[in-house]
């Protein structure tokens, strides 16, 4: 019977069962049991630029095989989303409708104060909700890829859009003619063709045959829509 | 469970526990075990697996799935993927089938019945309306491009705002006007007698026939796949021929019509029911819907804009004198009271409202063209004029376009704006797109300024006081 009175009975809190020895070791990070100790720190401990380096190497990585689209496992398995925030950022910026037009061309009456493009928000609606809706119709017709795979493979081949919005940028700084217009058209459609044909490539195993159009259209539809902002963007 | 520790939980000899745990506790199983009381196996129990031999790892999941079939209701929840995928379950060569049959309406077959009703989906409606929104869109800014540009210079006004507002009256019209028929579907069949009329959206059919009542998913398949002919439309209403835009605004729409009408036709007048007249009263509305979009998409996008032709033709100044073109102002927009006035004084009805947005385009083209020609100081005008013509436009599309009229409104009030601004000499920063040029109006002369503008005043004025207190009337 414990008597309440007697406080010298002391009560452990840890009853020892024995025959376990030394209970003891470290927290390591799941992945590295088993490597020397010198290699087992969590990626809290190591320095920023490491970190920084190391996603930076996986953007670029994903960005090397949108151009050359070989290998598929890269964007596949180990997806990220930071390449499609980077491009549609920087699309979206360079796209927006400025307030200050400039240029005052003496035959056209009509001095415009907004020349009429897109707001930064409505380029980032569009690629995000276009990129989200897209991947829901893959999924809807019966797509095996997941939601977010396909987004970032969506927002990664948005890469040679990019690059014929930079030579386009580059073309309008001289004075607008017929030709350098035909120029522009050329690179967007070379950029559109491209990453229609890069997205169809990691995306294209995803449905069975008999439906492969139906879901490779909204992907066409997708970037030709953003082709279009790039190519009516005429204002520097 | 097996008496002693000595035996294995799975007792070989013991089939009713081995059954148990290949099933992972399949109840259905169990009980017919049950009632039965035989050890045997009945492969009978068993749902229809020859049906997903290709499906290895969903085997359990389908079976799950179709044993609930087979329970006799479909047990999916509306917050699971697998129940809209039974909304897109087409094939590639069905959509192109679809698409191609809904603009020929032959005689001898119903759209609906053949194609739709088996499986209606929604892939068509939500995809061509929103390809038919952009390419309505990127077309009239092109259209426009093509018909502006003066010489080699690309000032080209891209207008960003015709894709939200070419949405928002695509997507109501292809959504909203589907719910509204078969609404009236739905009361008309009660308000009858409830015999034959379909309240159904799963599409459970009262006689399990074909001409059974139309439900509201193939309503908006009809209509969705309808929009399709406009897609190849648009592009061709960029080619700058008036008779070959009117060609195409009355053949799109008489086709798609007609094959819309021909597939709901059973359904507004089922055999059983004696009013024909509303029921072609109904078929002629819809049809006359049909006919206001075409013709919206024909006025708001693909029109030229008001500063035309007639313009390059004459850029410089022209010699005529401030008040011999002040009297000319005056006449034409008097010319235009009394053309509006005997157009909106006419009767309800679209038809009427049609004609008035025509009358109201070529006064105010003409309008411009003066104005235009008399040179500098009068582009207020031809600014408030404009969008008294768009007003007028854009008010009939009020049931389609809400955005719309609201732009319409807000232009408006900057039209009325502008001449006062002018006296001024004030170059304001908000400015719809009436043009506001406060250095090329101070060239003309400060009388002159004035005195347009008292003129200016007081025939927008009278524009806008006759619209409105018509619009008052038949409000």
């Given at each position: 019977m414990a008597d309440v009175d007697n406080t010298n009975i002391e009560i452990p809190d840890?009853?020892?069962?024995?025959?376990?020895g030394e209970v003891s070791g470290q927290m390591a990070v799941p992945g590295t049991v088993g490597k020397s100790e010198a290699e087992e720190y969590n990626t809290l401990d190591e320095p920023v630029r490491k970190t920084f380096m190391r996603d930076l190497n996986a953007v670029g990585t994903k960005f090397f095989h949108v151009l050359?689209?070989?290998?598929?496992?890269t964007l596949l398995k180990e997806w990220d989303l930071w390449g499609p925030l980077i491009l549609c950022t920087f699309i979206a910026m360079m796209v927006q409708g400025s307030q200050d037009v400039p240029k005052v061309i003496p035959e056209d009456p009509e001095i415009l104060k907004h020349d009429g493009g897109p707001e930064f928000a409505q380029v980032f609606v569009i690629v995000w909700l276009g990129a989200a809706v897209v991947t829901l119709n893959t999924k809807l017709l019966g797509g095996t890829i997941s939601f977010f795979q396909s987004v970032c493979v969506l927002g990664y081949c948005l890469l040679p859009p990019c690059f014929s919005l930079v030579f386009c940028r580059l073309i309008l700084l001289a004075e607008p003619n017929r030709f350098l217009f035909a120029i522009r058209f050329i690179a967007t459609c070379i950029g559109f063709v491209w990453a229609t044909f890069a997205a169809m490539v990691f995306l294209g195993d995803s449905q069975p045959s008999s439906r492969k159009a139906l879901a490779v259209y909204p992907i066409f539809f997708f970037y030709f829509v953003i082709s279009w902002l790039i190519i009516s963007h005429t204002n520097v | 469970m097996a008496a002693s520790g000595k035996y294995a939980v799975l007792d070989i000899h013991d089939d009713e526990m081995d059954l148990q745990f290949q099933d992972f506790g399949n109840t259905r199983t169990q009980e017919e075990e049950v009632e039965?009381?035989?050890?045997?196996?009945?492969?009978?129990?068993?749902?229809?697996?020859h049906i997903d031999d290709d499906d290895d790892d969903d085997e359990m999941n389908n079976k799950q799935q179709q044993q609930q079939q087979q329970q006799g209701s479909v047990l999916l929840s509306p917050l699971s993927l697998q129940y809209y995928q039974t909304y897109f379950n087409v094939d590639s060569k069905q959509v192109l089938e679809r698409l191609i049959h809904s603009v020929l309406p032959k005689p001898g077959r119903n759209y609906l019945y053949m194609y739709i009703r088996p499986n209606p989906d929604l892939y068509g409606p939500f995809w061509i309306s929103l390809t038919l929104s952009f390419t309505t869109a990127i077309t009239g800014n092109l259209a426009n491009y093509l018909m502006t540009r003066?010489?080699?210079?690309?000032?080209w006004k891209y207008d960003f705002n015709k894709v939200t507002l070419a949405s928002s009256a695509i997507f109501a019209y292809a959504w909203l006007i589907p719910l509204c028929v078969y609404a009236l579907l739905w009361s008309r069949a009660r308000g009858g007698?409830?015999?034959?009329g379909g309240s159904d959206k799963?599409?459970?059919?009262?006689?399990?026939?074909?001409p059974g009542p139309v439900t509201l998913l193939e309503l908006i398949c009809l209509y969705g796949y309808s929009l399709s002919i406009f897609v190849p439309v648009s592009i061709l209403w960029m080619i700058p021929q008036p008779w070959l835009q009117w060609c195409l605004a009355i053949l799109a729409p008489v086709l798609s019509g007609g094959v819309l009408v021909r597939s709901i036709w059973p359904s507004l007048h089922p055999s059983n029911s004696t009013s024909k007249h509303v029921a072609l009263g109904l078929a002629t509305l819809i049809l006359l819907l049909h006919a206001t979009l075409a013709l919206g998409f024909m006025f708001y996008f693909f029109q030229p804009p008001p500063q035309s032709r007639s313009l390059l033709k004459s850029p410089e100044a022209s010699t005529v004198k401030p008040h011999e073109a002040l009297e000319a102002i005056a006449a034409t927009a008097a010319n235009v009271e009394d053309k509006i006035e005997k157009k909106f004084v006419a009767k309800l009805g679209e038809t009427e409202w049609k004609i008035g947005e025509k009358v109201g385009e070529k006064t105010g083209e003409k309008i411009g063209e003066k104005t235009r020609e008399t040179g500098g100081g009068k582009i207020g005008e031809t600014g408030a004029v404009e969008e008294v013509k768009r007003e007028a436009t854009e008010g009939k599309e009020a049931p389609n376009e809400t955005t719309g009229g609201n732009e319409a409104r807000k232009e408006a009030i900057g039209g009325n704006e502008a001449p006062i601004e002018t006296t001024g000499g004030n170059e304001t920063p908000k400015e719809a797109t009436g043009g506001n040029e406060g250095p090329k109006e101070a060239t003309g002369g400060n009388e002159a300024i004035e005195a347009t503008t008292v003129v200016k005043r007081e025939t927008i004025g009278g524009l806008t006081k006759q619209t409105e207190a018509h619009r008052v009337t038949e409000a």
């Open positions: 840890f009853v020892d069962p024995g025959g376990y050359y689209p070989k290998e598929k496992k | 039965k009381g035989t050890h045997t196996h009945h492969f009978t129990n068993f749902p229809d697996t003066p010489g080699d210079v690309h000032t007698g409830g015999g034959g799963t599409g459970v059919h009262s006689g399990g026939s074909p």
